[in-house]
């Protein structure tokens, strides 16, 4: 599987990608304890297992929102987008800044 997102040349949004893309939305820590709990694309539910949100992206603008928790509130952690034998760093993040980040997405 490859990865589907690439950053926004223009600096606009986060990501573009295609419109129907299946990518999946997974987050790393030192400790492994940090966890996507919950996850929303415009709005909608997404289903999340194992700490991992799968996602289709839709025409036009996703807005990519995930609910983290960890064992450590101070604790860094990593968004990555899984592409199967590696993944992609989207954005770093620490939980004293909050358990919510969000994404903009553009797909053609």
């Known amino acids: ?3 589907q997102l690439a950053p926004d040349p223009t600096g606009t949004i986060d990501f573009i990608t295609s419109t129907g893309a299946k990518f999946t939305v997974i ?3 030192a400790s492994g304890t940090a966890c996507i709990v919950a ?3 415009n709005g909608t539910p997404q289903t999340v297992a194992n700490c991992q949100a799968p996602v ?3 025409a036009a603008r996703n807005n990519l929102d995930l609910a983290l928790v960890g064992s450590d509130p101070m604790e860094d952690f ?3 987008e899984d592409c199967g ?3 992609h760093l989207m954005r770093k993040g620490n939980f004293q800044n909050g358990p919510t980040i969000g994404f903009r997405i553009h797909a053609f």
């Open 27 to 29: 987050v790393k820590s």
């Open 78 to 80: 990593e968004i990555h």
């Open 56 to 58: 289709t992206a839709v």
């Open 39 to 41: 996850a929303t694309l």
């Open 1 to 3: 599987m490859a990865c």
């Open 85 to 87: 034998d590696a993944t």
